[in-house]
Nanobody, 116 residues
């Protein structure tokens, strides 16, 4: 059974930091590209960051470049999103995604709220 379980969300003040984690199980983790998406109220889900399976290729949305870092630990079947210099506009539900050429899996999401 495929599972993606996000954790690490919460309430943080503007300028603060959070680290999200996504623990994967039920598939061969290293064969999948992993991504973080987010969806704010009333908006479409958008790609935040992505990392390839074995080759270290990373991509970021322009809105988070220089502030967020995606990483993965294939030994732990876990992908991370380190978020720094958080802004109120980063408030959203953050989703973990695993994808290869055939399958596409989603986690249940974790809420991140940036507010003073």
């Amino acid at each position: 059974q495929v599972q993606l379980v996000e954790s690490g969300g919460g309430l943080v003040q503007p300028g603060g930091s959070l680290r999200l984690s996504c623990a994967a199980s039920g598939f061969t983790f290293s064969f999948y590209a992993m991504s973080w998406y987010r969806q704010a109220p009333g908006k479409e889900r958008e790609l935040v960051a992505a990392i390839s399976g074995t080759i270290d290729i990373r991509n970021y949305a322009d809105s988070v470049k220089g502030r967020f870092t995606i990483s993965r630990d294939n030994a732990k079947n876990t992908v991370y999103l380190q978020m720094s210099s958080l802004k109120p506009e980063d408030t959203a539900v953050y989703y973990c995604n695993a994808k290869n050429g055939r399958y596409n899996y989603w986690g249940q999401g974790t809420q991140v709220t940036v507010s003073s």
